[in-house]
């Protein structure tokens, strides 16, 4: 007796033979790359990117211990995070991505709370 070929509705070709579409895993799920690949992309190193992952500046999505990122949600992460030449409203240095007071300077350590005419200056009544 010879065993005859049997029709497995779990099978991979099983909702191919009814004409019926399977949920295929490369068109719902995005290709995910790893740190080196990030880093390499952007002329980093691998550390930077870690830290951007711990500070939560960068998009990524952890699976268990790892951490992966969909390259699309990086690109659109660098766009968001791109200053054009002209744009003065955040200078180099400027780390807190506000824009400086029109006609300001950026202030030194000490003047950061203190009154220009005030007892800290020689101002004031004493």
Known sequence: MTPSPRNHASGAGAAESRGEEGPGPTATLPTLVGINAVASALGVTERHIRRLVDERRIPFVRIGYFVRFDPVDVARWVRAHRFDPGD???????????????????RTKGENNRDPGGPAMGGGNR
Do not use: D, I, L
């Open 88 to 106: 003065r409203s955040v200078e180099p240095g400027n780390r807190s991505g506000r824009a400086r007071p029109e006609g300001g300077r950026q």
